[in-house]
């Protein structure tokens, strides 16, 4: 009797072991997506903390500290959002509005984050559910106290950011209250 596989066996084995390799590269794709939508809504989070620390500390912008305090705009059209310095003081016109080029200057300490093309804002809502394209929180020393300014001109007591990873459809809410609390909720 010759010892050995025989060519059954043969094409068995490797057809389970091809099976499992297919199974574990699936759910490594799958797992890392998962991991790039958490870590962006963590990064956004992160961020938003990152303008409140601005705030506090009187971090400066091109040598000022801005007026109006640090702040993060948030461009669902663009799947961006900028960390920004508010230069105008509360009550003068442009007091709500971003200004790209003269708040959002990255050699000045602004900074723009653009999602990857895996993820994409899929709602700004405020609290009473109404949707919208653009967004700002931004934070007013000393406090700081919480601003959420939208793209109307209104304000809010609260923001709610929906990421979705494209191809999975999974979702991330992150919650920015009028309190400063800026949270990944589900």
């Known amino acids: 009797m010759t010892k050995g596989f025989t060519l059954i066996e043969m094409i068995v084995s490797i057809a389970i072991i091809t099976g499992v390799t297919t199974l574990f590269i699936a759910n490594y794709h799958s797992a890392n997506r998962r991991t790039d939508l958490v870590m962006t809504a963590q990064m956004v989070v992160a961020d938003l903390h990152y303008a409140q620390s601005n705030t506090l500390s009187l ?4 040598s000022v500290v801005p007026a109006g305090g ?3 705009s948030f ?3 663009a799947n961006a959002y900028t960390l ?3 230069l105008d003081a509360p009550g ?5 509005q971003f200004d790209q080029a003269t708040e959002g200057n990255t050699a000045y300490g602004a900074r723009r984050v653009d999602f990857s093309s895996d993820i994409r804002i899929e709602k700004l809502t405020v609290g009473n559910n109404l949707e919208y394209n653009l967004a700002n929180t931004t934070f007013l020393p000393p406090d700081p106290r ?3 300014w939208l793209n ?9 950011i929906l990421l979705v990873e494209k191809e999975t459809g999974k979702s991330k809410t992150i919650e920015v ?9 589900d």
């Open 146 to 148: 919480t601003n959420i």
């Open 152 to 160: 109307s001109g209104a304000t809010s007591t609260s923001l709610q």
């Open 59 to 62: 971090a400066k912008y091109n």
């Open 70 to 72: 640090w702040g993060v």
């Open 84 to 86: 920004f310095a508010d």
């Open 177 to 185: 209250n009028f309190l400063g609390l800026a949270e990944v909720i």
């Open 75 to 77: 461009d669902k059209n």
């Open 92 to 96: 003068t016109p442009g007091y709500r």
